[in-house]
């Protein structure tokens, strides 16, 4: 019904910035909240940001408050994650998610996940 691919990932020095972008296609228009979530081997999978359709209210992890940045084109189906001041603990594989629920920290909120992109920051 959904689907949702980012590109944007790589290598970066600590510092640095990337953006993340997400293309969403079929019934987006049942996606009410989309969101940005990250994952380490052996960790859970972690909210990072997200942002809601109607009046474009954003969320932010306490870790990433003031360096990324979540916006969306509605007319163009894109999601974006500019990530500025970027660490190493930043390193993760960024996913890409869509809910049709209002609820936006909540893994279990989402029902549409992208296939994820790499992202690796060295110090």
């Known amino acids: 019904q959904v689907q949702l691919v980012e590109s944007g990932g790589g290598s970066v020095q600590a510092g640095g910035s990337l953006r993340l972008s997400c293309a969403a296609s079929?019934?987006?228009?049942?996606?009410?909240?989309m969101g940005w979530f990250r994952q380490t081997p052996g960790k859970e999978r972690e909210f990072v940001a997200a942002i809601h359709r109607s009046v474009s209210s954003t969320y932010y992890a306490d870790s990433v408050k003031g360096r990324f940045t979540i916006s969306r084109d509605n007319a163009e189906n894109m999601v974006y994650l500019q990530m500025n001041s970027l660490k190493p603990e930043d390193t993760a594989v960024y996913y890409c998610?869509?809910?049709?629920?209002?609820?936006?920290?909540?893994?279990?909120?989402?029902?549409?996940w992208g296939q994820g992109t790499q992202v690796t920051v060295s110090s």
């Open positions: 079929g019934r987006t228009f049942i996606m009410y909240t």
């Open positions: 998610a869509g809910a049709r629920s209002y609820l936006y920290s909540r893994r279990d909120a989402y029902d549409y």
